[in-house]
Nanobody, 123 residues
Framework: QVQLVESGGGLVQPGGSLRLSCAGS????????IGWFRQAPGKEREGVSCISRYDGSTYYAEAVKGRFTIFRDNAKNTVYLQMESLKREDTAIYYC????????????????WGQGTQVTVSS
């Protein structure tokens, strides 16, 4: 059974950091593109970042470029999202997703989803 499990969310002050984890079971994450998405209350789900299965190319939404980093640890079958310089507008539920192809601007495209982890940026 294919499963994605996110962890690492929490409450952090503006300017702080968090690292989210997306652990895969039932399949090898390296065989898929892995994306991170987020959804704030009253807003649509939006793409944050993804890492390609082919060559590890990474893609970022403009809002997080330079602050967030996506990377894999194949030995742990886990993809991480390192978030720095967090802002209040980063507050959302963060989801990871898997699909053979990275398409950040189309959440409906993605095949498998985790249950999400809450990130709250507040003082």
């Amino acid at each position: 059974q294919v499963q994605l499990v996110e962890s690492g969310g929490g409450l952090v002050q503006p300017g702080g950091s968090l690292r989210l984890s997306c652990a895969g079971s039932g399949f090898t994450l390296d065989d898929y593109g892995i994306g991170w998405f987020r959804q704030a209350p009253g807003k649509e789900r939006e793409g944050v970042s993804c890492i390609s299965r082919y060559d590890g190319s990474t893609y970022y939404a403009e809002a997080v470029k330079g602050r967030f980093t996506i990377f894999r640890d194949n030995a742990k079958n886990t993809v991480y999202l390192q978030m720095e310089s967090l802002k209040r507008e980063d507050t959302a539920i963060y989801y990871c997703a898997a699909d053979p192809i990275c398409i950040l601007n189309s959440p409906r495209h993605w095949q498998y989803w985790g249950q999400g982890t809450q990130v709250t940026v507040s003082s």
